[in-house]
């Protein structure tokens, strides 16, 4: 059974640093997904990783995808507060179209 | 395009009655698929619906049933409700794995 795992689960942060998210799971896959949801909200799609190496950036946000490690990582370069939110990385196992999701990593940037 | 839209967005049920929740996709999306969310359990995968077909289904009781309408537009319906089913139900619909799901704002459901 696929399982994904997410840290560090709370995540507290100055303005202007730089931190990173992991994500690793358990078994073989090449769909990764990272999410944003914001407090009472729903579920915004941040990235879409569909191979190994593959590396997508959004403003201050990076995402990246090694399959043979079975990780991915979420790099936040020089935080801001409207990146506070709380972030899901999901795995789709292979032949299976549904998604599996880590524990959520909540981000809270200080000024 | 309009996003995918749920209906009712908050719900007030008691134990051991049933409801029903809807759901419509973004135009052309023939994948939807629910999630349930809890603080407890996070978020956890119910069952996903490709042209009226299931093709998935999650690890919850048979209590959680679902169908697909041929318009896309899905349903899906708890029976017997337990306090434990409180939660923001979501769903999602898809065009292809290769771009992902797409959230809906979800329904709050809140079992008494």
């Known amino acids: 059974e696929l399982k994904v795992e997410q840290n560090p689960l709370f995540l507290s942060m100055q303005e202007g640093k730089n931190y990173t998210i992991y994500c690793n799971y358990s078994?073989?896959?090449?769909?990764l997904y990272w999410y944003r949801q914001d407090p009472g909200k729903s579920l915004e799609s941040l990235f879409v990783?569909?191979?190994?190496?593959a590396v997508k950036q959004e403003g201050r946000l990076m995402a990246s995808l090694d399959t043979k490690a079975r990780l991915s990582t979420l790099h936040i370069t020089a935080a801001v507060h409207d990146l506070s939110a709380t972030y899901f990385c999901?795995?789709?196992?292979?032949?299976?179209?549904?998604?599996?999701f880590g524990q959520g990593t909540r981000l809270t940037i200080n000024p | 395009k309009a996003g995918v839209t749920q209906t009712p967005r908050y719900l007030i049920k008691t134990r051991g009655q049933q409801v029903t929740l809807s759901c419509s996709p973004i135009?052309?999306?023939?994948?939807v698929s629910w999630y349930q969310q809890t603080p407890g359990q996070g978020l956890q995968f119910l069952f996903e619906?490709?042209?009226?077909?299931?093709?998935n289904k999650g690890n919850f009781p048979g209590r959680f049933s679902g169908r697909q309408f041929s318009n896309s537009r899905s349903e899906m319906n708890v029976s017997t409700l337990e306090l434990g089913d409180s939660a923001l139900y979501l769903c999602?619909?898809?065009?292809?794995?290769?771009?992902?799901?797409?959230f809906g704002p979800g329904t709050r459901l809140t079992v008494t």
């Open positions: 999602a619909s898809s065009p292809g794995w290769e771009v992902g799901q797409y």
């Open positions: 078994t073989t896959s090449d769909r």
């Open positions: 990783l569909l191979s190994n190496g």
């Open positions: 999901a795995v789709s196992p292979q032949g299976a179209q549904k998604l599996v």
């Open positions: 135009s052309g999306h023939r994948s």
């Open positions: 619906y490709f042209s009226e077909t299931q093709r």
